[in-house]
C-alpha cells in the first residue's frame, strides 16, 4: 500500500505472534538448559525469536538482580526477550523496568487471550465466531511449555487451494488447517488444532499451536523439515528411509511425538 501525504505512519493491532516463555522455577540454569535444548531442536524456528517471558506461575521470590540474569542467559540461547509480563508496582516489574524492557500488565495479557480478571488462568478460550483469513506472514514460534494441556478447538476447518511456496506461512487460528497442494521447503502451514495436508509435506507443520495436545498432523508425501505439535518438536537434517515420501500420521503419546506411516 502506498504511504499517505497526509500520515507519516499506522499504527494497527496486527496479526503477528509470538514465543511465550513461562516460568516455573528461579533457578536461571535450569531455564537456560531448558531453551538451549528447545532451541537446538528447532533452530530454525527459534533462534532470533522475538520471546514474551510470563513468570505468573512462579511462587518463590527472586534475587534484585534476577531478571537481568535470565535475560542474559535467554540472550545467549539465541533467543530476543521484548516483554515482560508481571504486576505493576511490582518487584518483578521494577527489575524489568530497570533492564529497560517492556513491562506487561496481566490484565492487558488476559484482555488480549479474550480472558477476564474473573476467569480461571488455564479457561478454554473462546470460539472463534469467523475463520481467520490465509495471510502470508513473517514466521512464528510456538509456545515453550513443558506440559501441553488439551484445549478445546472450535469447529471449523480453513482451507488453503494454492500451494504453500518457499518463505511463506500459513496460520489457521482456532480452527484446523486442510491443504489441497504441497508445503514447499521454507515454508510454515500452522494450526490451532489439527493439519492435513493432500500433497507433499517439504516445509514446517505447526498443529495444535495454542496448545492442543490432541491435534494431529496428516500428509500424502513426507518429506518435512520440522514438525510439531502442542510444542512438541523434531526436526529432521535427513528423513528416515521409512518415512521419506510416505503418507504420514503425527500424533502426541504421552509427551513423544510419534509418526506412523498410513495404511501399514
Keep these: 500500500m502506498a504511504a499517505r501525504d497526509d500520515q507519516p505512519a499506522e499504527l494497527r493491532i496486527g ?78 516489574a521494577e527489575q524489568g523496568d530497570r533492564c529497560s524492557i517492556a513491562v506487561v500488565n496481566p490484565e492487558r495479557k488476559r484482555a488480549l487471550r479474550g480472558e477476564t480478571a474473573a476467569q480461571p488462568k488455564k479457561a478454554e478460550p473462546k470460539p472463534i465466531a469467523a475463520p481467520a483469513p490465509i495471510a502470508v506472514q513473517p514466521p512464528v514460534a510456538a509456545e515453550l511449555q513443558p506440559n501441553a494441556v488439551a484445549l478445546h478447538i472450535p469447529a471449523g476447518v480453513q482451507y488453503q487451494h494454492a500451494p504453500v511456496r518457499s518463505g511463506q506461512q500459513v496460520y489457521a487460528k482456532g480452527r484446523d488447517l486442510t491443504l489441497l497442494g504441497q508445503v514447499s521447503a521454507g515454508a510454515e502451514v500452522i494450526a490451532d488444532g489439527s493439519i492435513h495436508i493432500y500433497g507433499r509435506l517439504a516445509g514446517k507443520a505447526i498443529a495444535g499451536a495454542a496448545g492442543d495436545s490432541e491435534a494431529r498432523i496428516f500428509c500424502l508425501s513426507f518429506q518435512a523439515e520440522l514438525v510439531s505439535i502442542a510444542g ?15 503418507p504420514c500420521h503425527l500424533f502426541l503419546l504421552g509427551d513423544k511425538l510419534e509418526i506412523q506411516v498410513m495404511g501399514n
Design 232 to 246: 512438541r518438536y523434531r526436526v529432521f537434517e535427513s528423513i528416515p528411509d521409512e518415512l521419506r515420501d510416505r
Design 15 to 92: 496479526s503477528f505472534q509470538l514465543t511465550v516463555l513461562r516460568v516455573y522455577s528461579c533457578d536461571v540454569g535450569d531455564i537456560q538448559a531448558y531453551v538451549a535444548d528447545q532451541v537446538a531442536q528447532a533452530p530454525a524456528l527459534l533462534t532470533g525469536a522475538a520471546v514474551v517471558i510470563d513468570p505468573a506461575e512462579l511462587a518463590s521470590p527472586v534475587a534484585d538482580d534476577w531478571v537481568h540474569e535470565l535475560l542474559n542467559r535467554l540472550r545467549f540461547c539465541g533467543l530476543q526477550p521484548i516483554a515482560w509480563v508481571a504486576e505493576p508496582e511490582s518487584a518483578l
